[in-house]
């Protein structure tokens, strides 16, 4: 069973428009979270990285949010540009290091 | 900026062929990592190394072997490819044992094998 569910498994955008995808992982002990960002025929590049004690980070119009509690992440895009148009790989961290992936966001933004 | 460079975007080879993956870092970066990536099934670890010379097996090591000589350069060995290796190979590197550090992506191999 994949320890690491993303939701939706793609979604379709209007440039301009916000949208928030999910992030719900099973992972203990727990360490980090991370989301990436890989744009086709690219490798994954990191966008934040949060641990335990924060429960939210952002990178220019990108901001994660972390649930501890309920194991929940989620990645707003504010204010999408067709740039965005990217799979989001949300990765976490257990407790001896060893990385769990999701199987990635696939977003499309169109003008 | 972290660069992490791999020798091939795209390959071909023929099954029962030794492949050779090659993966070079320029960031002094302990950590090494190889991962293959298929559609439906997000990124899985083969191989990675924390030092020199030294490597563990990830999740799905079987038909893989690695090689690390130098802190920078961490190669992936298919000693006879098979069809069911035809994939996306992405290598990545980080800094130090543990800790929050990202992991830095090279571009990756497109490799088919006939």
């Known amino acids: 069973k994949n320890q690491v569910e993303q939701s939706p498994q793609s979604l379709i955008i209007l440039e301009g428009k916000n949208c928030t995808l999910q992030?719900?992982?099973?992972?203990?002990?727990?360490?980090?979270l991370r989301w990436y960002k890989q744009d086709t025929g690219r490798g994954p590049v990191s966008l934040t990285i949060?641990?335990?004690?924060?429960n939210t980070k952002s990178n220019g119009r990108y901001t994660a949010t972390l649930d501890a509690d309920t194991k929940q992440s989620s990645l707003h895009i504010t204010a999408s540009q067709l740039s965005d148009s990217a799979s989001y790989i949300c990765v976490v961290a257990g407790g001896n290091n060893r990385l769990a992936f999701g199987k990635g966001n696939q977003v499309v933004v169109i003008p | 900026d972290v660069k992490v460079t791999q020798s091939s975007r795209y390959l071909v080879k023929r099954t029962g062929e030794k492949v050779f993956l090659e993966c070079v870092q320029d960031m002094d970066h302990e950590n090494m990592f190889w991962y293959r990536q298929d559609p439906g099934l997000g990124l899985r670890l083969i191989y990675f190394s924390y030092d020199v010379k030294m490597k563990e097996k990830g999740d799905i090591p079987e038909g893989y072997s690695v090689s690390r000589e130098k802190k920078e350069r961490f190669s992936l060995i298919l000693e006879s490819a098979s069809t069911n290796q035809t994939s996306m190979y992405l290598c990545a590197s980080s800094f130090h044992r543990g800790g929050n550090q990202p992991q830095h992506f090279g571009d990756g191999t497109r490799l088919s094998i006939l």
């Open positions: 949060m641990t335990f004690s924060e």
């Open positions: 992030c719900n992982y099973t992972v203990s002990p727990f360490s980090n």
